[in-house]
């Protein structure tokens, strides 16, 4: 069975910084790109971040200079830390993982960020 736990979500200040977790079991991680996503009521869910197999990342325009995904293999984790939050970046996190050749895509459950002073 497949699980992506998501943890680190809270309240911060703008200006502020927080990092999110995803660990996953159920997949051998090291071969999944993993990604981080979010989603505002309203709103479609959009792409935040993307850390390939290969290390390779790829961030959307709004949080590039700001956000930085990485992973450990070892730990099967993935991680998102968020410098300079700003009220707009308020959303559910969610972490994905997916593995192309085989169409397989998993979701976590979502994590909540809200940036208020």
């Known amino acids: 069975q497949v699980q992506l736990v998501e943890s680190g979500g809270g309240l911060v200040q703008p200006g502020g910084s927080l990092t999110l977790s995803c660990a996953a079991s159920?997949?051998?991680?090291?071969?999944?790109?993993m990604g981080w996503y979010r989603h505002t009521a309203g709103k479609q869910r959009e792409f935040v971040a993307v850390?390939?197999?290969?290390?390779?990342?790829n961030y959307a325009d709004s949080v590039k200079g700001r956000f930085t995904i990485s992973r450990d293999n070892a730990k099967n984790t993935v991680y998102l830390q968020m410098t300079s939050l700003k009220p707009e970046d308020t959303a559910v996190y969610y972490c994905?993982?997916?593995?192309?050749?085989?169409?397989?895509?998993?979701w976590g459950q979502g994590t909540q960020v809200t940036v208020s002073s």
């Open positions: 850390i390939t197999s290969g290390s390779t990342t």
């Open positions: 159920g997949i051998i991680f090291s071969r999944y790109h």
């Open positions: 994905n993982a997916l593995l192309p050749i085989f169409d397989n895509n998993y």
